[in-house]
């Protein structure tokens, strides 16, 4: 690949197995236009990714889709990444390992999504990236089970928090002192066998502006009134059969305890 524009900004590459594997030749490092770099591989015969200085210095954005025989993140591939702003990995069902140190050490960091990596069960030691703003995690369930160890709490920065997992053996969520108070956006979907929205987990989150509960078939009751917070304006449900059946405005036996917010919508209708 003799040689790539020295002015590009955004490079992905999908299922070219041979032009991948060629990866260490490309000159990327120097490509100090480059901003976004996106990857979907199976990463044959490959222990891990990326590789020290593989990637410019000057990257934002890093998305790794469907990389099903990765097992995990090179420390050296990433230690000099200081501008990256995001991180999303998708579909890696192999991946064991998120970095194994360092990742508080990424300042700039405000945007991780990991989704569907099935193996994947702690964060390093140290801890998230100190300014994340929005945080999302779709089926990584030995990563879930996890979540009391995160130190999500001491992220002053985080606004929106998206979570799906099955929540097996899990009464009710979140844990008391799970998420910052500084959270305003908060999606639970997906969540087949949660029951119980805990109280004790919303009593803090006094930004909270929005909620949104999507496909929690299982789920019965949402917070209290008095544990939920005056800055809550809006809360959506959709397809979550038994709280629509309490919570509706026609016969709810619980529509007194969701009233006062200002915009709710059951399956996008908005009670009148």
């Avoid at 990257?59 to 990256?84: E, I």
Wanted: proline share 7%; charged share 25%.
């Amino acid at each position: 690949m003799g040689g790539l524009p020295s002015n590009l900004r955004s490079l992905k590459i999908y299922n070219c197995p041979k032009l991948i594997g060629s990866r260490e030749e490309w000159g990327l490092f120097q490509l100090s236009s480059l901003l976004e770099f996106s990857v979907s591989d199976e990463f044959e015969n490959v222990e891990s990714f990326p590789e020290e200085n593989l990637l410019p210095p000057t990257l934002m954005f890093l998305h790794l889709y469907k990389c099903s025989k990765l097992r995990k993140m090179n420390n050296k591939g990433f230690l000099h990444l200081k501008s990256l702003k995001s991180l999303s990995i998708n579909n890696c069902p192999s991946l064991e390992n998120l970095l194994e140190e360092a990742l508080h050490l990424f300042t700039k960091l405000d945007f991780l999504y990991l989704v569907d990596c099935p193996e994947l069960d702690s964060f390093p030691e140290g801890g998230l990236p100190p300014n994340l703003s929005s945080f999302g995690i779709y089926n990584c369930p030995k990563l879930i089970g996890s979540r009391e160890e995160w130190g999500l709490f001491q992220l002053n920065s985080l606004k929106s928090f998206f979570v799906t997992d099955e929540f097996e053996n899990v009464e009710s969520f979140p844990e008391e002192n799970l998420l910052p108070s500084t959270l305003e956006t908060l999606y639970v979907e997906n969540c087949s066998k949660l029951r119980i929205m805990n109280n004790k987990g919303f009593l803090h989150l006094k930004s909270l502006k929005a909620m949104r509960i999507f496909s929690c078939p299982s789920l019965e009751r949402l917070p209290e009134k008095e544990a939920l917070p005056n800055s809550l304006d809006e809360l959506w449900i959709d397809d979550c059969l038994i709280i629509k059946e309490k919570y509706e405005k026609e016969g709810g036996e619980r529509w007194h305890t969701i009233c006062h917010i200002p915009r709710v919508l059951i399956d996008g209708i908005r009670p009148e």
